[in-house]
């Protein structure tokens, strides 16, 4: 690791750390930074602002920093194995993947916290299967602008699905209705706890397969030629992208973009390497995950907009950005 890259790491940790203060004290009150720092490192449940900070600020603070993490990580790993510039978990369909399997299990009854996680992770690979074989029975097979226009089209026809299901029932549904816009506001109760878990799983394979990701990133014949099993390691990281989409999902609902954007500007701080893009995926997918819900809270004060509806207004012109330099 070169001198300029470890010093990328050296700001990145401490920034987390800023972002994630500050994120704690923004909200409907604004609570000054000495009184955050007091509320962690000494909890005095007397005082209402550490009871806030604690109760409800710091799980959100955590949420937003580990959805953000898995959909980056999960974004980063897609565009290595795909070598397409272009592959995200919400371009290629697996966030309409995921979202309209959980509103489908809601609606079927199966919404215990254990099911959550485990409907995202096969609605996600559901369409990540249809997504590909859309895209590899055109003329001309998978490209990248062919699985870019197939998972379009099958975002489209999920969330058509899933918009007529909440229609059949608006009373059941209305607090899914906020969370399919991507939100961080609320809690999912014991759901976090299975979502995290599925979370660990995925950076974990991601972590431990980055290696040979790199090797896999310059071509299949370069990579079988290090001694790497391609279709392994393609079945590896397959698991590991589910993994992390489903528990970013059943956290935060379907954020968009947050695993195009971030990945791209990692290379460019720390290269090609996954060794070093997947745990700066990690840092820069929580940071941006927490910016994007301060912006969600502070541009409209007091009234407080969905952090998806920020992330795509980031996302979107970035993406029309990478298609013009990239195709």
């Known amino acids: 690791m070169t001198g300029m890259r470890a010093g990328v790491f050296l700001f990145a940790i401490p920034g987390l750390a800023f972002v994630f203060a500050w994120h704690i004290a923004v909200g409907a009150k604004v609570i000054p930074l000495r009184t955050v720092v007091e509320a ?8 209402f602002d550490h009871v806030v900070i604690r109760d409800l600020r710091v799980p959100r603070a955590l949420i937003g920093a ?20 272009l592959a995200d978990p919400g371009l290629l369909g697996l966030l309409a993947g995921a979202s309209f399997l959980v509103v489908l299990g809601s609606f079927a009854g199966l ?70 816009t991507g939100t961080l506001a609320g809690t ?15 950076l974990t394979v991601a972590l431990s397969a980055s290696r040979q990701v790199t090797a896999l990133a310059m071509g299949d014949d370069a990579a079988t030629g290090l001694g790497v099993n391609v279709q392994k390691l393609r079945l590896a990281i397959l698991l590991s992208v589910v993994a992390l989409t489903a528990s970013a999902v059943a956290l935060v609902g379907p954020m968009g973009f947050v695993g195009l954007v971030v990945p791209h500007i990692v290379r460019l701080t720390v290269g090609h390497d ?26 409209l004060a007091p009234v407080e907009i969905s952090t998806g509806l920020i992330t795509a207004l980031v996302g979107a012109p970035f993406f029309v950005w990478l298609v013009r330099a990239r195709l």
Request: proline share 4%; net charge negative; aromatic share 6%.
């Open 66 to 85: 580990a959805a953000g993490a898995g959909l980056a990580v999960a974004g980063a790993l897609m565009q290595g194995v795909t070598r397409n510039p």
């Open 40 to 47: 962690l490192v000494a909890y005095d449940e007397t005082l």
């Open 188 to 202: 999912r109760g014991a759901t976090e706890i299975w979502a995290v878990a599925w979370l660990a799983l995925g």
């Open 111 to 180: 919404s215990a916290p254990s099911a959550i996680p485990a409907l995202a992770a096969v609605g996600a690979l559901g369409a990540a299967a249809l997504v590909w074989g859309i895209a590899s029975a055109v003329p001309g097979g998978a490209t990248p602008m062919t699985l870019v226009l197939a998972g379009a089209a099958v975002t489209a026809f999920l969330a058509a699905l899933t918009a007529i299901m909440l229609l059949l029932d608006e009373t059941s549904f209305d607090s899914l209705r906020v969370w399919l």
């Open 274 to 299: 996954y060794r070093l893009i997947v745990p700066g995926a990690a840092l820069g997918g929580a940071i941006f995950m927490l910016l994007a819900d301060i912006a969600a809270r502070m541009l």
